[in-house]
């Protein structure tokens, strides 16, 4: 046999009885065979067995189970007539069938073209991607309200579906269907979607702004302990972990190597550790048994100790002794390379060696803080060898010793705190970059992102639990399985519930559940070339269902408010309406007529152009004109790449009778809003658009085209009077309305309590109704606790920089030219209150912009260190509270060669000024 071994144990040996029936005769005979077969006739004359277990034949015949499916096939017979019914009874696709019969098509800059069409009695909207080319038409059939759901399920949550993103569900729908506010639909769908909310990256979930420990002044007064282990190989004492502790002072680390970590003998370390560097007053540790067992509280009871522990899964909070863990296990690792078991005798260098090394975030040594000297070491030894000078010390008083080694001592630490508070702010710099002030409230629902399966195919998150309260700034409090846990925010997800609608008599109710912005990090939700809008719309594209609404409000503030939403649905709307508050007039010095020449456009735009007057004559914002003025039109790019339409008023505004109304200051309207704590933030459509020009003075507001002499029925943009008329129409609209401000079109919203909130929102809604003014849906915001107001973030009292404002500013390169210095200053200098000295730090920078210097600046070191100085203030998160007209002010002012400063400040009611 050429493979015996495998032969015997198979049972392939030719000639082999059944264990059943032995030959009683056989004896073993040996015979050397002097032929050597080939391998394939030996593998030929082999017979071979193999057995089946019971449950492997179980497994086989065991049928398949089908796959689960989202939606039953009984849900979807719907005949073609049936379909066009329910079209027909739809009130929200009444608007699509009239523009089905007119034919009315809508354009797009990028080429593409829509339309609604009927065929055979069903309505279709038709897409064409491409002019060149009819080949990438796409008919979309028009969904009524009560089919959409299940579209949305096989699109998003079937079988072939694949729980996909934003965009990629919404072009996979919009291939086959389409109806008014898809998008929002899409993005609220997938967002309240279960399966993707609990499987949802950890890593994409935004952490929240880094903390900040109070300073310890005192050495050992609070100190952080820790248990590492267990370690291999155990050494030769037993032992096999480590009790690490670390003053929060000095920095100073203890470790005791334990064979066992039972409570009692960890109690018996940490006295041990006592009995050298004193009773703390408090001690930070994990939830570890060894730490929160009965002993243990009986021990910091009798000690006076006070006990702080951190929120599950957040070592972070620990996170001075989690760093020592790490250095001391690298430590142990290198220098026991070659005897492992000793480890633990390798414990007394090491810490030593530690404690001689200057920390980065204090600048000096453990020892140095603690003993006010630095020790005598290994290196301090050898320089004294081979110098052969030892520094003698100048002999002194015990009362000299002991005032000059306090002396030193509090010049030390005093140094030391002013470090740990530059390195602090370094790091939470750092840190901040990437994090996001996420809050929850009592009732909210959130996931907490812990596994519930090691198996990476079977994990998801556990949850959806309830919040029951919060506790500091970073934790909350959650009711998990009937008992309450602590936990860090940066553990937590919202969680978005899906509110189905209600049906009764088989009609939808008026309200379908919470309109919520829901913010998915990294996922692409831009919008897709079907619904993408660059010019004047002829057609409403947003509807009430995109204003958008603070996530911090629970299930029955969503609800309220949506009803209010819904009472007040025709307001919202992205098409401009019509007021009869006031009207344009035009007051000119003159009675000369303006004329100027049309100044030369692109062939590339002139289409754009003229899809734009066509828009414009549709919507009833102007109409042809025989009059003798005349002001050029202009093409502006903006940031985005759209082309925005503009019109050149400057030489008729030269002459036209200046407008005193004055615009509201931002800065009365920031003290207004005082410790108010919900928000709400109103964006009229097109505000200038929604003001009549009155008829006699229309003909002054022609513009010249290629196509033709224009003029506006309603107020136009770039008027020398157009924000004073609009401030007039807005202090008429809110004359009498408390909790109100605004600013041009932008109106706010402020109240302290939520019935206040939604009561004056109503009436502002019903004033705006009256008066014949829309609001843009997608720019209102309802609900929140803190919100984006003329470029500051508004909320708890505070007042901070617009994030992007202060990017932008950070990105600014280095000024060449007068025009780009003024250009710096104007923007840093929208932010002035948030920078202490400011005419002081920039006064290198404005002395460039005087008349008589040249226009390339002469850049020098002063220059450059107030330039980044300025983006160094802004860039460090700097805060202001919001003044409070109950309380007394305090002014304090300053003064130098070079300007005069002044801060207006408050009592926080703790004995401290804020500004």
């Not at 703390?280 to 048994?289: A, C, F, K, N, V």
């Not at 005897?339 to 030593?352: G, H, K, N, S, T």
């Not at 998801?460 to 846990?485: A, C, H, M, T």
Request: hydrophobic share 35%.
């Amino acid at each position: 046999m050429e493979k015996p071994l495998y032969d015997v144990i198979i049972g392939n040996i030719e000639g082999a009885r059944e264990p059943e029936n032995p030959n009683l005769k056989w004896s073993p005979v040996c015979i050397q065979s002097s032929v050597q077969e080939a391998p394939e006739e030996q593998i030929a004359d082999t017979n071979y067995a193999a057995v089946e277990t019971r449950s492997q034949k179980r497994n086989r015949e065991r049928p398949i189970k089908p796959l689960e499916v989202v939606i039953k096939s009984s849900d979807l017979d719907v005949t073609p007539e049936e379909m066009v019914k329910a079209q027909q009874s739809d009130d929200t696709l009444s608007k699509l069938w009239k523009l089905a019969e007119t034919g009315v098509v809508k354009e797009y800059t990028k080429g593409s073209k829509t339309r609604f069409i009927t065929v055979k009695g069903l309505l279709y909207r038709e897409y064409i991607k491409s002019l060149a080319s009819t080949s990438d038409q796409i008919n979309q059939m028009v969904l009524p309200t009560q089919f959409r759901e299940k579209v949305l399920e096989i699109g998003h949550e079937g079988i072939m579906a694949g729980h996909l993103g934003v965009k990629k569900t919404l072009d996979r729908i919009q291939t086959n269907f389409y109806w008014p506010g898809i998008e929002g639909d899409v993005r609220r769908f997938c967002a309240s979607c279960d399966v993707c909310q609990r499987t949802f990256p950890k890593g994409r979930v935004t952490r929240v702004a880094l903390g900040s420990m109070p300073l310890i002044d005192t050495p050992f007064k609070r100190v952080a302990v820790d248990l590492v282990g267990p370690l291999q190989p155990m050494t030769a004492r037993g032992n096999r972990y480590i009790l690490t502790l670390v003053d929060f002072a000095t920095r100073y680390p203890e470790a005791v190597a334990l064979p066992r970590i039972d409570t009692e003998r960890v109690a018996e370390a940490l006295l041990d550790i006592f009995s050298r560097i004193g009773v703390p007053e408090e001690i930070l540790s994990d939830l570890g048994s060894q730490f929160t067992s009965s002993i243990m509280k009986e021990v910091g009871r009798l000690l006076s100790i006070k006990q702080l522990n951190t929120t599950p899964y957040h070592p972070q909070c620990n996170g001075l002794v989690e760093r020592f863990n790490g250095t001391l296990k690298r430590m142990l690792r290198k220098m026991c390379s070659e005897r492992p078991a000793d480890w633990d005798r390798y414990l007394p260098a090491l810490l030593f060696a530690y404690r001689e090394a200057p920390q980065e975030s204090l600048g000096f040594a453990p020892f140095e803080l603690l003993y006010g000297r630095m020790l005598r070491g290994p290196l301090t030894i050898l320089k004294e060898v081979w110098s052969g000078e030892k520094i003698e010390e100048e002999v002194k008083s015990t009362y000299q010793y002991v005032m000059e080694l306090r002396d030193r001592l509090e010049a030390t630490c005093e140094l030391a705190r002013n470090e740990l508070l530059k390195s602090a702010k370094r790091y939470k710099k750092s840190f901040d970059v990437r994090s996001k002030d996420r809050k929850f409230k009592v009732g909210d629902m959130v996931l907490i992102l812990l596994p519930t399966d090691s198996n990476k195919l079977l994990m998801q998150w556990k949850g959806p639990f309830e919040v029951i309260k919060k506790i500091g700034l970073s934790d909350y409090r959650l009711l998990v399985n009937g008992n309450e846990k602590t936990f860090h925010a940066n553990l937590l997800k919202l969680y978005v519930p899906r509110v189905k609608p209600v049906r009764q008599n088989g009609k939808s109710p008026e309200v379908g559940g919470a309109v919520i912005k829901v913010k998915v990090i990294n996922e692409d939700t831009s919008e897709s070339d079907f619904a993408n809008v660059d010019l004047v719309s002829l057609e409403q594209v947003e509807s009430v269902d995109d204003v958008m609404m603070s996530s911090e409000r629970n299930q029955g503030e969503n609800l309220e408010c949506s009803k209010v939403l819904r009472r007040y649905s025709d307001i919202f709307t992205d098409l401009p309406g019509y007021t009869t508050l006031v009207q344009h007039k035009i007051n000119l010095t003159t009675d000369d007529p303006i004329r100027s020449r049309a100044y030369p456009i692109p062939l590339a735009t002139q289409d754009i152009v003229k899809r734009e007057i066509d828009a414009m004559l549709k919507l009833n914002v102007i109409e042809k004109s025989e009059s003798p003025y005349a002001s050029p039109i202009v093409l502006v790019e903006k940031p985005d790449g759209s082309i925005r339409f503009c019109v050149d008023f400057r030489k008729l505004n030269n002459v036209t009778v200046f407008d005193p109304e004055p615009n509201p200051n931002p800065e009365d309207l920031m003290t207004k809003l005082g410790t108010a704590k919900f928000y709400s933030r109103l964006d009229l459509t097109k505000g200038y658009w929604q003001i009549p020009v009155v008829e006699e003075d229309r003909p002054k507001t022609a513009f010249i085209t290629s196509h033709g002499l224009f003029q506006f029925k309603v107020l136009p943009f770039g008027m020398v009077n157009a924000p004073a008329v609009f401030t007039r129409m807005m202090r008429k609209l809110l004359d009498g309305q408390e909790n109100v401000i605004n600013y041009i079109d932008d109106i706010l919203i402020f109240t302290n309590t939520w019935e206040e909130h939604m009561t004056t929102l109503k009436s502002v809604l019903h004033r705006l109704r009256e008066s014949g003014l829309t609001a843009r849906p997608s720019k209102c915001f309802l609900g929140a606790t803190s919100i984006d107001f003329l470029g500051h973030i508004i909320g708890d009292g505070l007042m901070k920089p617009q994030p992007d404002k202060v990017k932008k500013i950070w990105g600014v390169q280095r000024p060449r030219t007068k025009k780009e210095v003024r250009s710096f200053i104007g923007l840093a200098n929208y932010y002035r209150k948030f920078i202490p000295n400011f005419a002081a730090i920039a006064a290198p920078l404005t002395d460039l912009t005087k008349s008589r210097g040249p226009k390339q600046v002469e850049w020098g070191e002063a220059q450059q260190n107030a330039f980044d100085t300025l983006k160094l203030r802004l860039s460090s998160s700097p805060i202001l509270h919001l003044p409070d007209a109950q309380k007394t002010f305090i002014q304090r002012t300053d003064a130098s060669d070079v300007g005069v400063g002044a801060v207006l400040l408050q009592s926080d009611g703790e004995h401290m000024c804020i500004p």
